[in-house]
Structures are given as structure tokens and as C-alpha cells.
């Protein structure tokens, strides 16, 4: 029951990300004035804020309960959101961005322990699924009704997004503090699990990844695939469409539909199909999946008349990717994680994820308004291969670890409470 209301708040919570991110760039920019530079300010703060916020959320989700740092990451974001209705100056505006990055991203690795703790080893997988694919239908959501009411051409006309963004966070913590009540946290996520080692001798968020062989290589295997798709989701493969193959700005938003609606078709299948398959194997596979939706959008290029339904194939290509690399992430850096430093673990990886990711959009601008449009294609289908590699090796570093050689796909992690769970 925890896990289900668990997945229901963070599903509420990313209605803001939706009411708000979509629309702040042409508010700042045009509607208020404050031009481009200001709005791209606007989202690199944002960017900046979840890139500091995730690895000390992390480690103090290691320390303390997990739920009452999820519960303030979030009631923090809502504060930045609702701020941002009373902004009248850019400083004001860029203040409340801040703010809000940093309460959305100072979540997310408290969620994702509670998510571990909250789940058995059968069903984590199931978990994460279910949680990825309500976080995207939160954020649909969120883009589509504040699509519906807001107006930029007022000054206001955005006020109804910041509240959307406020109000889920706030209805999130609620949530996320009623199913946390009376739960015993179990010793294998407490920091004070990390026998021997004094406050001065634990090592740090990143630290742990790079001294770690089997996590380096999650880490690039999960960068290269974050470059490979996600940087563009919004960015760069729209600018793309649009400046290259010439289709219809509607076939982005339908696009983007079309994802959704693949992730939510196949997520539940997926996983059941996917179930006794390594994590390794499988990110090999999402690799594979990125590499085969470059090469449809590169052949759309030779065309033309068909050049945006297989546009919209492309996205729904990734989707198929997106519903394989979602259970599996999370759950394999928890199983390679030191004990008692999983949340310090999930937000180095979060954060090195979000770095990488802010950068996307500003590759996909130099050469897309280069006129490189085949060095963008070919830079992100070596990008795609390069993750398959590094999930080959990640399998075989996985398989010299007598630890987890003959470990199911994601290492059993005891609950205090499974009945709950």
C-alpha cells in the first residue's frame, strides 16, 4: 500500500514540472519582457538548482528518514513556485527558478529510497515501472491542462501554472507523510550501516561512483544513454524536425503524445516480460532500441513525403527504450551501492545525469543552427553504441563480483515491514 501511494504522489507532484517548465521560457522572455537571456537563465538555474540539490538530498536520506526529506524537498519547491507569482523583477523570477530546481530535484533520491524500502525484491522492479510511467503521465497532464487556461499574453496569465505546481507539491508531501507514518526505517539504507567508518572517512556522493568499477560504468552507460535521448526529448530532435526535415510543428506535440501513450501501453508488459533478465543485458538492449530510432530518423531525411510520421515513429521508438531502461536503473545502483549509502549513490548518479542533460540542448544549437544537421544524427547514434559497449562491460565487471554473481537482477533488499510494502 505504501509503494501505491508513494507512486500516486510522485505522479501529483510532477503536474508542476508540466504546468510550468513548458511556458516559463515565452513568460520570461515575452509575456514579462525580461528577454531571452533571462529566460534562459530561467532554465539553467533550474538546472543548477537540481544539480546541487540531488547528491545532498541524497546523503541526508542516507542520515535521516527518508520521507521527512522528501516532504521538505517538496514543500520547498512549493514555496519557489508559489514565489514566483508575486515576482516583478528578473531577479525575483530567477530567485524562484532556483528554488523551485532545488525542492523538485532534492526529491527525487528520497523518493527513489522510499521506492527500494517500500518495495520487496520481486516487485522493485514493478515499482519503479509504475512510478516512472505516473511521473510522465503527472507531467502530461500538467502541460495539457495548464495548456487550457493559462493566457501569455498577460502578466498573470502563468499565475495558474505556478499554482498547479505548488498545490501538487504540497498534496505530494502529504501523501508521501500519511504512508511514511510509523515506518521503522530498515538498517540496510541507514547511514550508521557504514561500519568502521567515521563522518571524516566516508566518502563522498561521487566519490563513491568513481571508486566503484561496476558503478563507473552504470554511470556512462546512463550518461551516454541521458545525451542520447533524453537531452533532445524537448530540444534538439524537435529542432531538428522542424529545421531539417520541415514537418509540422503539430507533429511535435503528437510526437510527444505518441510517447506517452507507448510508455503507458507496454510499461505493465514490459516488465513482466523483462522480469528474469539481467540489468545489464537490458540496458545493452535500451542502447540498441536508441540506435535503431537514430537510424529511422536519419532515413527520414530520404523521405520526404513520409518525413513526419516517421518523426512520430521515432519518438515511439524510444518509448519502447524508455519502458525497459526505467525499472532497471534505479534498482542496479542500489544493488551496487555501498551499504547504507543508497541515497548518497541515487543523487551523485541523479545529479551526473541532470549535468549532462542541461548540455543537450545547447550541442543540439550550435549545430543545428550550424546547418550540421548529419554531424547531430551521427554524434547521437556513436553516443547510443557507446552505451551498448558500456553496458557490455558493465555486465562483465557485474559477472567478475562474486558478491552479486549469482544474484537475481536487482539484489533482495530486506524491509522491516513487507506486509506493507
Given at each position: 500500500m505504501?509503494?501505491?501511494?508513494?507512486?500516486?504522489?510522485?505522479?501529483?507532484?510532477?503536474?508542476?514540472?508540466?504546468?510550468?517548465?513548458?511556458?516559463?521560457?515565452?513568460?520570461?522572455?515575452?509575456?514579462?519582457?525580461?528577454?531571452?537571456?533571462?529566460?534562459?537563465?530561467?532554465?539553467?538555474?533550474?538546472?543548477?538548482?537540481?544539480?546541487v540539490?540531488?547528491?545532498?538530498?541524497?546523503?541526508?536520506?542516507?542520515?535521516?528518514?527518508?520521507?521527512?526529506?522528501?516532504?521538505?524537498?517538496?514543500?520547498?519547491?512549493?514555496?519557489g513556485?508559489?514565489s514566483?507569482?508575486?515576482?516583478?523583477?528578473?531577479?525575483?523570477?530567477?530567485?524562484?527558478?532556483?528554488?523551485?530546481?532545488?525542492?523538485?530535484?532534492?526529491?527525487?533520491?528520497?523518493?527513489?529510497?522510499?521506492?527500494?524500502?517500500?518495495?520487496?525484491?520481486d516487485?522493485?522492479?514493478?515499482?519503479?515501472?509504475?512510478?516512472?510511467?505516473?511521473?510522465?503521465?503527472?507531467?502530461?497532464?500538467?502541460?495539457?491542462?495548464?495548456?487550457?487556461?493559462?493566457?501569455?499574453?498577460?502578466?498573470?496569465?502563468?499565475?495558474?501554472?505556478?499554482?498547479?505546481?505548488?498545490?501538487?507539491?504540497?498534496?505530494?508531501?502529504?501523501?508521501?507523510?500519511?504512508?511514511?507514518?510509523?515506518?521503522?526505517?530498515?538498517?540496510?539504507?541507514?547511514?550508521?550501516?557504514?561500519a568502521?567508518?567515521?563522518?571524516e572517512?566516508?566518502?563522498?556522493?561521487?566519490?563513491?561512483?568513481?571508486?566503484?568499477p561496476?558503478?563507473?560504468?552504470?554511470?556512462?552507460?546512463?550518461?551516454?544513454?541521458?545525451?542520447?535521448?533524453?537531452?533532445?526529448?524537448?530540444?534538439?530532435i524537435?529542432?531538428?524536425?522542424?529545421?531539417?526535415?520541415?514537418?509540422?510543428p503539430?507533429?511535435?506535440?503528437?510526437?510527444?503524445?505518441v510517447?506517452?501513450?507507448?510508455?503507458?501501453?507496454?510499461q505493465?508488459?514490459?516488465?513482466?516480460?523483462t522480469?528474469?533478465?539481467?540489468?545489464?543485458?537490458?540496458?545493452?538492449?535500451v542502447?540498441?532500441?536508441?540506435?535503431?530510432?537514430?537510424?529511422?530518423?536519419?532515413?527520414?531525411?530520404?523521405?520526404?513525403?513520409?518525413?513526419s510520421?516517421?518523426?512520430?515513429?521515432?519518438?515511439?521508438?524510444?518509448a519502447?527504450?524508455?519502458?525497459?531502461?526505467?525499472?532497471?536503473?534505479?534498482?542496479l545502483?542500489?544493488?551496487?551501492?555501498?551499504?547504507?549509502?543508497?541515497g548518497?549513490?541515487?543523487?551523485?548518479?541523479?545529479?551526473?545525469?541532470?549535468?549532462?542533460?542541461?548540455?543537450?540542448?545547447?550541442?543540439?544549437?550550435?549545430?543545428?543552427?550550424?546547418g550540421?544537421?548529419?554531424?547531430?544524427?551521427?554524434m547521437?547514434?556513436?553516443?547510443?553504441?557507446?552505451?551498448?559497449?558500456?553496458?557490455?562491460?558493465?555486465?562483465?565487471?557485474?559477472?567478475?563480483?562474486?558478491?552479486?554473481?549469482?544474484?537475481?537482477?536487482?539484489?533482495?533488499?530486506?524491509?522491516?515491514?513487507?506486509?506493507?510494502?
Open positions: 505504501r509503494a501505491k501511494l508513494l507512486i500516486l504522489a510522485s505522479s501529483i507532484g510532477m503536474l508542476g514540472w508540466g504546468a510550468v517548465l513548458p511556458y516559463q521560457y515565452a513568460y520570461a522572455a515575452d509575456t514579462r519582457g525580461w528577454g531571452a537571456l533571462v529566460a534562459a537563465a530561467a532554465s539553467s538555474l533550474f538546472s543548477v538548482g537540481a544539480l540539490a540531488a547528491p545532498i538530498a541524497g546523503r541526508l536520506a542516507d542520515r535521516h528518514n527518508p520521507v521527512h526529506v522528501a516532504v521538505v524537498a517538496q514543500l520547498l519547491g512549493a514555496a513556485a508559489a514566483l507569482i508575486l515576482a516583478d523583477s528578473p531577479a525575483v523570477f530567477l530567485g524562484g527558478m532556483l528554488v523551485f530546481g532545488l525542492g523538485l530535484a532534492a526529491a527525487v533520491p528520497a523518493k527513489q529510497v522510499l521506492a527500494l524500502e517500500w518495495s520487496s525484491a516487485d522493485r522492479r514493478k515499482v519503479f515501472a509504475y512510478k516512472f510511467t505516473g511521473e510522465a503521465l503527472g507531467m502530461a497532464a500538467g502541460a495539457f491542462l495548464a495548456g487550457q487556461i493559462i493566457d501569455l499574453g498577460r502578466h498573470d496569465g502563468l499565475d495558474i501554472g505556478f499554482l498547479m505546481a505548488a498545490a501538487g507539491f504540497a498534496v505530494s508531501s502529504a501523501i508521501i507523510a500519511l504512508a511514511g507514518r510509523g515506518v521503522r526505517r530498515s538498517s540496510e539504507f541507514a547511514a550508521d550501516a557504514v568502521g567508518l567515521s563522518d572517512r566516508r566518502p563522498g556522493a561521487f566519490g563513491l561512483v568513481f571508486a566503484n561496476a558503478l563507473r560504468w552504470t554511470s556512462v552507460v546512463m550518461i551516454a544513454l541521458a545525451l542520447g535521448f533524453y537531452a533532445q526529448f524537448e530540444s534538439g524537435p529542432a531538428f524536425g522542424i529545421t531539417v526535415l520541415e514537418v509540422d503539430v507533429a511535435v506535440g503528437t510526437a510527444a503524445a510517447n506517452c501513450i507507448v510508455i503507458v501501453a507496454l505493465v508488459v514490459v516488465v513482466r516480460l522480469a528474469k533478465v539481467s540489468a545489464p543485458a537490458l540496458l545493452m538492449a542502447g540498441g532500441i536508441w540506435v535503431v530510432a537514430w537510424l529511422v530518423l536519419a532515413s527520414a531525411q530520404l523521405a520526404p513525403g513520409v518525413a510520421a516517421m518523426f512520430v515513429m521515432t519518438y515511439g521508438i524510444f519502447v527504450g524508455e519502458t525497459i531502461y526505467s525499472p532497471v536503473l534505479n534498482p545502483i542500489a544493488s551496487l551501492a555501498r551499504k547504507g549509502m543508497v548518497s549513490t541515487l543523487g551523485a548518479m541523479s545529479a551526473l545525469q541532470t549535468a549532462f542533460t542541461a548540455a543537450g540542448p545547447l550541442v543540439a544549437g550550435v549545430l543545428l543552427g550550424a550540421l544537421g548529419d554531424a547531430f544524427l551521427g547521437h547514434l556513436a553516443l547510443s553504441v557507446l552505451a551498448v559497449f558500456a553496458a557490455w562491460r558493465l555486465q562483465r565487471v557485474i559477472a567478475a563480483m562474486p558478491s552479486v554473481r549469482h544474484e537475481p537482477p536487482t539484489r533482495p533488499i530486506s524491509v522491516v515491514d513487507p506486509v506493507d510494502a
